[in-house]
């Protein structure tokens, strides 16, 4: 199995990827802006959004995500359309916080192309399954500041010996 698959837009990328249970997902935004989800079954991943004190300084973000809001069902609102709210910039702006926050599937990646990328299976030892779901809620409602690596660092444990993934 491939580590990175094609990218896929919706609906096809909400059934024909067949995400697996920790699963990273890439999720482009645009040209030059990517983020992540944790894939934690049941249609349900991990992923980053705007901090709840942060929401002023991402006013751009929030209104846009606010223009395409979608309530999960339950009438959770915090899950409203955050493709565009949970998609970023990789960038690290230590001036802007994230938290880390549960949502379904469907409203994350919202119309959004998406890929599953396990990038660094060859090079890192990946959690078990369980572990690694256990992990990701304990995480939920963390304050990070790096958006890519609150989610990647979720699969995997560390390096393999000898390997240098950032090389």
């Known amino acids: 199995m491939a580590l990175t698959s094609e990218w896929k837009g919706p ?3 909400w059934t024909s990827l067949n995400f697996q249970v920790g699963d990273l997902i890439e999720i482009l935004e645009n040209d ?3 983020s992540w989800a944790l894939y934690l079954g049941h249609a349900e991943v991990v992923y980053t959004g705007p901090s709840p004190d942060q929401h002023s300084t991402n006013q751009d973000t929030a209104s846009s995500a606010n223009q395409n809001t979608t309530h999960a069902p339950g009438g959770d609102s915090e899950v ?9 910039t990789n960038e690290k702006d230590s001036n ?3 938290q880390v ?5 469907k409203a994350v990646i919202g119309q959004h192309t998406v890929r599953i990328n396990n990038m ?7 959690f078990p399954l369980q572990t690694l779901v256990e992990l990701a809620e304990l995480h939920i409602g963390e ?3 790096d958006r890519k690596d609150a989610i990647v660092n979720l699969r995997y444990e560390k390096p393999l010996r000898g390997v240098h993934p950032d090389r």
Do not use: C
């Open 143 to 145: 304050t990070v500041g």
């Open 80 to 88: 409203q359309s955050t493709a565009t709210s949970a998609a970023g």
């Open 32 to 34: 030059d802006h990517t």
């Open 96 to 98: 802007i916080q994230y």
């Open 120 to 126: 660094y299976d060859s090079t890192r030892l990946v």
């Open 11 to 13: 609906p096809e990328s």
């Open 101 to 105: 926050k549960k949502g379904l599937l």
